[in-house]
């Protein structure tokens, strides 16, 4: 349905909507107040190494919370995506949200007043009023939260944090979510793409030869030579993986004849930096592969202003991922709007500020996030931060897809098994991933779940010898931090939150082909090489979703699990392994040419760490992959 006034119709159905709340002085305040989650966790297996110097300089966030609360606006977003309440699609449009829930004018001028009075600088307001940003020294800062700023060392980092909980006039505390910045332990999302070199882009990157244009195409009997014969693999004779799908693949295979193509809808993309090349690089790729040439307009670009943490975050590697998230998107939707949002940096705090810019702006109804990180890395702040964020795009109407990972379980990166964050929020959806088939005719000739074990060809060529036992795979599993939403009663395992939600192509070793301007040497061109990770199924499932709000008449649909769940015919269940065990691949030694040698390696199907394939919802792919009843599913 149409965004429409709320007021009365929300008024008469719950107590949600507040009036405006006068803020009073903090200076008359006579006792403080906590601020929930601000102590930091790790506190107690951390080394102190001393006092913080109180001329040292800091910096943070302060994030406001939405009038009412956030209990409050998670009770609206759910109804809003519920069947059968007042609220079912009566989405808010901005300015009613900006009326109802929105921090007023007047608690940015409480909170920056208390700040300056204490001796801080105010230096931003963030848009909708979703935070208030300050500088100055760690004196000033340990006055205005009423705490003791130390230096300790964990986990591998020299870090400056709070050794108390925060705490401020109790009269400003309710409108206070959050305080970021005054831990200096980072929190560094990582894109979820994987490229086919097993390295980063864009260094110059090309597929090597043979490959298939469609799965099964060539079969691995020769080496590139076509007079060296290939073992085979646990005897049978593998193909070469495919070249990487295109868009006219994916979209046969997935949507099949349907004349929808995402007309009418944005969908929003959110990374850290922005490509200088991507307008062009996106446009060459459409054309070249059979999407369509961007209208005017279409392709819409918020890049970041002064860029930061490049050392840690490597925006090479991120301009890789805001490639494979544009171009994905269109393949699927080839007449959906896109907007990029660049963050800063890849810092937790910058692509919050990415999303606060999106949910304000208010034009996008799909939100496609291919980043995270681990579970054991996300704080009770952080969350509730994430959070404020998700529900106020809700509330207008928006749906969050995140990538699910691409290391599994995550025992063997971290040593716990454990799922990521943002994506087991329950406020978004999960997107896991599959090892696809696409056949000749453009038909899924299988899926499974995506888990790779890597094979290298023996010295003497008679042989696949195993070289890496776990080498990537969709993330998923149990969260630490959520109980079951109410959408997975009875589907997915009792007690916690558990992702995926859902799975679409994720494997490289059966990706999807993009384009990107590299560094070959002293050259930079254009070039197109074959890519996957849940950073290709998130954008993939957003684009195919484009088509399903189209068909509703271009409306979002707020949060989307509930559709998701109480459709699961829109989804084909991941059950059977296919035939083949996995596929050949070829790379070049230097990832450029034949000049250095070529290296031979097969990739397994279906082995994703302690995460399994089964019937019904999984692990691996959640209730399955959309096929084209997803289509109409969304109403």
């Given at each position: 349905?149409?965004?429409?006034?709320?007021?009365?119709?929300?008024?008469?159905a719950?107590?949600?909507l507040?009036?405006?709340?006068?803020?009073?002085?903090?200076t008359?305040?006579?006792?403080?107040?906590?601020?929930?989650?601000?102590?930091?966790?790790?506190?107690?297996?951390?080394?102190?190494?001393?006092?913080?110097?109180?001329?040292?300089?800091?910096?943070?966030?302060?994030?406001?919370?939405?009038?009412?609360?956030?209990?409050?606006?998670?009770?609206l977003?759910?109804?809003?995506?519920?069947?059968?309440?007042?609220?079912?699609?009566?989405?808010?449009?901005?300015?009613?949200?900006?009326?109802?829930?929105?921090?007023?004018?007047?608690?940015?001028?409480?909170?920056?007043?208390?700040?300056?009075?204490?001796?801080?600088?105010?230096?931003?307001?963030?848009?909708?009023?979703?935070?208030?940003?300050?500088?100055?020294?760690?004196?000033?800062?340990?006055?205005a939260?009423?705490?003791?700023?130390?230096?300790?060392?964990?986990?591998?980092?020299?870090?400056?944090?709070?050794d108390?909980?925060?705490?401020?006039?109790?009269?400003?505390?309710?409108t206070?979510?959050?305080?970021?910045?005054?831990?200096t332990?980072?929190?560094?999302?990582?894109?979820?793409?994987?490229?086919?070199?097993?390295?980063?882009?864009?260094?110059?990157?090309?597929?090597?030869?043979?490959?298939?244009?469609?799965?099964?195409?060539?079969?691995a009997?020769y080496?590139?030579?076509?007079?060296?014969?290939?073992?085979?693999?646990?005897?049978?004779?593998?193909?070469?993986?495919?070249?990487?799908?295109?868009?006219?693949q994916?979209?046969?295979?997935?949507?099949?004849?349907?004349?929808?193509?995402?007309?009418?809808?944005?969908?929003?993309?959110?990374?850290?930096?922005a490509?200088?090349?991507?307008?062009?690089?996106?446009?060459?790729?459409?054309?070249?592969?059979?999407?369509?040439?961007?209208?005017?307009?279409?392709?819409?670009?918020?890049?970041?202003?002064?860029?930061t943490?490049?050392?840690?975050?490597?925006?090479?590697?991120?301009?890789?991922?805001?490639?494979?998230?544009?171009?994905?998107?269109h393949?699927m939707?080839?007449?959906?709007?896109?907007?990029?949002?660049?963050?800063?940096?890849?810092?937790?705090?910058?692509?919050?500020?990415?999303?606060?810019?999106?949910?304000?702006?208010?034009?996008?109804?799909?939100?496609?996030?291919?980043?995270?990180?681990?579970?054991?890395?996300?704080?009770?702040?952080?969350?509730?931060?994430?959070?404020?964020?998700?529900?106020?795009g809700?509330?207008?109407?928006?749906?969050?897809?995140?990538?699910?990972?691409?290391?599994?379980?995550?025992?063997?990166?971290?040593?716990?098994?454990?799922a990521?964050?943002?994506?087991?929020?329950?406020?978004?959806?999960?997107?896991?991933?599959?090892?696809?088939?696409?056949?000749?005719?453009?038909?899924?000739?299988?899926?499974?779940?995506?888990?790779?074990?890597?094979?290298?060809?023996?010295?003497?060529?008679?042989?696949?010898?195993?070289?890496t036992?776990?080498?990537?795979?969709?993330g998923?599993?149990s969260?630490?931090?959520?109980?079951?939403?109410?959408?997975?009663?009875?589907?997915?395992?009792?007690?916690?939150?558990?992702?995926?939600?859902?799975?679409?192509?994720?494997?490289?070793?059966?990706?999807?082909?993009?384009?990107?301007?590299?560094?070959?040497?002293?050259?930079?061109?254009?070039?197109?090489?074959?890519?996957?990770?849940?950073?290709?199924?998130?954008?993939?499932?957003?684009?195919?979703?484009?088509?399903?709000?189209?068909?509703?008449?271009?409306?979002?649909?707020?949060?989307l699990?509930?559709?998701?769940?109480?459709?699961?015919?829109?989804?084909?269940?991941?059950?059977?392994?296919?035939?083949?065990?996995?596929?050949?691949?070829?790379?070049?030694?230097?990832?450029?040419?034949?000049?250095?040698?070529?290296?031979?390696?097969?990739?397994?199907?279906?082995?994703?760490?302690?995460?399994?394939?089964?019937?019904g919802?999984?692990?691996?792919?959640?209730?399955?992959?959309?096929?084209?009843?997803?289509?109409?599913?969304?109403?």
């Open positions: 349905m149409k965004k429409r006034t709320l007021a009365a119709l929300v008024a008469g719950t107590t949600l507040v009036s405006t709340v006068v803020v009073a002085s903090p008359s305040a006579t006792t403080n107040r906590s601020i929930p989650n601000t102590l930091p966790s790790w506190l107690a297996h951390a080394t102190h190494l001393g006092d913080v110097a109180t001329k040292s300089q800091v910096s943070g966030d302060v994030y406001l919370a939405p009038r009412g609360g956030l209990a409050a606006l998670g009770q977003a759910t109804e809003m995506a519920t069947p059968g309440t007042a609220a079912y699609h009566q989405f808010l449009t901005s300015a009613e949200y900006q009326a109802s829930f929105a921090p007023t004018a007047l608690t940015v001028q409480a909170v920056t007043r208390y700040l300056v009075t204490s001796g801080l600088a105010v230096t931003d307001v963030g848009a909708g009023n979703g935070y208030v940003s300050f500088t100055g020294t760690a004196a000033a800062a340990q006055k939260f009423s705490t003791r700023l130390e230096r300790y060392r964990h986990d591998g980092a020299d870090v400056q944090a709070p108390s909980t925060l705490s401020v006039p109790a009269d400003l505390a309710d206070i979510l959050t305080v970021d910045g005054l831990d332990t980072p929190h560094i999302a990582k894109p979820a793409g994987i490229v086919s070199p097993d390295s980063p882009v864009p260094a110059g990157f090309r597929n090597a030869r043979p490959c298939s244009v469609f799965y099964g195409q060539v079969q009997t080496q590139a030579d076509f007079t060296t014969p290939l073992p085979t693999f646990d005897g049978q004779t593998l193909a070469y993986a495919p070249c990487g799908y295109t868009g006219p994916m979209r046969a295979a997935y949507e099949g004849n349907t004349t929808l193509s995402g007309a009418g809808v944005t969908v929003a993309i959110t990374d850290a930096y490509a200088s090349t991507m307008a062009k690089d996106a446009e060459t790729y459409a054309d070249r592969n059979g999407d369509g040439s961007y209208a005017a307009g279409q392709f819409v670009q918020t890049k970041p202003g002064a860029t943490h490049q050392k840690a975050c490597d925006p090479s590697g991120w301009a890789g991922e805001e490639t494979l998230d544009v171009e994905a998107v393949a939707a080839p007449s959906a709007k896109i907007h990029y949002y660049g963050a800063n940096s890849c810092e937790d705090a910058d692509l919050l500020k990415a999303l606060n810019k999106v949910v304000n702006d208010d034009t996008a109804q799909l939100v496609t996030n291919s980043w995270g990180d681990v579970e054991s890395a996300t704080s009770a702040s952080l969350v509730a931060s994430y959070e404020s964020v998700f529900l106020h809700a509330v207008e109407g928006m749906s969050f897809m995140y990538s699910s990972g691409d290391d599994g379980d995550e025992l063997a990166n971290t040593g716990v098994k454990q990521d964050y943002p994506t087991s929020d329950p406020y978004v959806t999960s997107v896991g991933g599959t090892s696809t088939g696409i056949d000749g005719s453009g038909n899924l000739a299988f899926q499974t779940g995506w888990g790779t074990e890597k094979y290298s060809l023996s010295a003497n060529g008679t042989a696949w010898n195993l070289s036992a776990f080498l990537y795979g969709s998923g599993g969260s630490g931090l959520f109980n079951q939403p109410s959408y997975q009663a009875g589907i997915a395992p009792a007690g916690h939150r558990d992702v995926p939600d859902v799975a679409m192509n994720a494997d490289p070793n059966t990706g999807m082909l993009v384009g990107e301007t590299q560094k070959f040497g002293k050259k930079t061109l254009y070039d197109q090489y074959r890519i996957g990770g849940t950073s290709l199924a998130s954008p993939l499932f957003a684009g195919m979703t484009a088509l399903a709000i189209q068909a509703n008449g271009g409306h979002g649909v707020g949060l699990n509930p559709v998701i769940y109480a459709n699961p015919s829109a989804f084909t269940d991941v059950v059977e392994p296919p035939a083949a065990l996995g596929d050949v691949r070829v790379d070049f030694a230097n990832g450029v040419d034949a000049s250095d040698g070529l290296l031979y390696s097969v990739r397994t199907f279906d082995q994703d760490s302690s995460l399994t394939v089964g019937p919802w999984d692990d691996v792919t959640g209730l399955g992959s959309p096929n084209s009843a997803w289509l109409s599913a969304v109403h």
